[in-house]
């Protein structure tokens, strides 16, 4: 089946710890996004990246961290400079094509700090 | 600045009444507005809308754009529990492929 899969689940980080999440995609996609949702707020973009090898900041990117080395692949690294890094997390990719596109959603990660 | 902005924030209606949705924005450059579904996890996509005065439908739900005025809305008539979600709406601007989201409506239907 073709979708987008995230892991862990659930995953829990200590004060000063690095944590990475996990996003695959089979649908061949060019673009993937990262996005930050909090109770009663629309989802905040975090990093996205139109082609591997290259990603662009989004309107909160500060102590995150990407890398796209593969088309199918976008982890999302939380860092310790990230203050209050609990929230759920949902990795979205998209086939760019010209002027009309939709993204597809994983099924999200939810991170809680010890 | 640009932004989307959401109507009601949440909502409580019975099972078989009609609900209206709004989404208004300001935005640079509109290229095309989003409807979506978040039940519990991930959102599902219901309805791409770039041109005015056009309704898009898919059973029960229905929705349409009006670029004069910046705003559009999303119908949901004869509503069942399985309705009750998140409904999210985003906005296209400009030719960066990013999404400008609103804070969503929270719609619960009552039995």
């Known amino acids: 089946d073709g979708g987008i899969t995230q892991s862990p689940k659930y995953l829990f980080r200590k004060e000063g710890q690095n944590v990475t999440l996990s996003c695959e995609q089979n649908l061949n996609h060019d673009a993937m996004y990262w996005y930050r949702q909090d109770p009663g707020q629309g989802l905040r973009l975090i990093y996205y990246s139109q082609i591997v090898n290259d990603f662009q900041k989004g309107d909160i990117a500060e102590g995150y961290s990407v890398s796209r080395e593969k088309k199918e692949s976008f982890p999302l690294t939380v860092t310790s400079a990230q203050k209050n890094p609990t929230a759920f997390y949902l990795c979205?990719?998209?086939?760019?094509?010209?002027?009309?596109?939709?993204?597809?959603f994983g099924p999200g990660t939810r991170l809680l700090v010890l | 600045e640009d932004k989307v902005v959401q109507s009601p924030l949440s909502l409580v209606v019975h099972e078989g009444d009609t609900v209206t949705l709004n989404c208004s924005y300001e935005v640079t450059n509109f290229r095309s507005l989003l409807w979506y579904k978040q039940e519990k996890k991930a959102p599902t996509f219901l309805f791409m809308l770039t041109s005015s005065g056009i309704e898009k439908k898919s059973g029960r739900l229905s929705s349409i754009l009006d670029k004069k005025e910046l705003f559009s809305i999303l119908n949901i008539t004869a509503t069942q529990t399985g309705d009750s979600a998140v409904y999210l709406c985003a906005v296209e601007a400009d030719s960066n492929y990013q999404l400008i989201w609103g804070a969503g409506t929270k719609l619960i239907i009552k039995p």
């Open positions: 979205a990719s998209s086939r760019v094509v010209t002027s009309t596109w939709t993204q597809y």
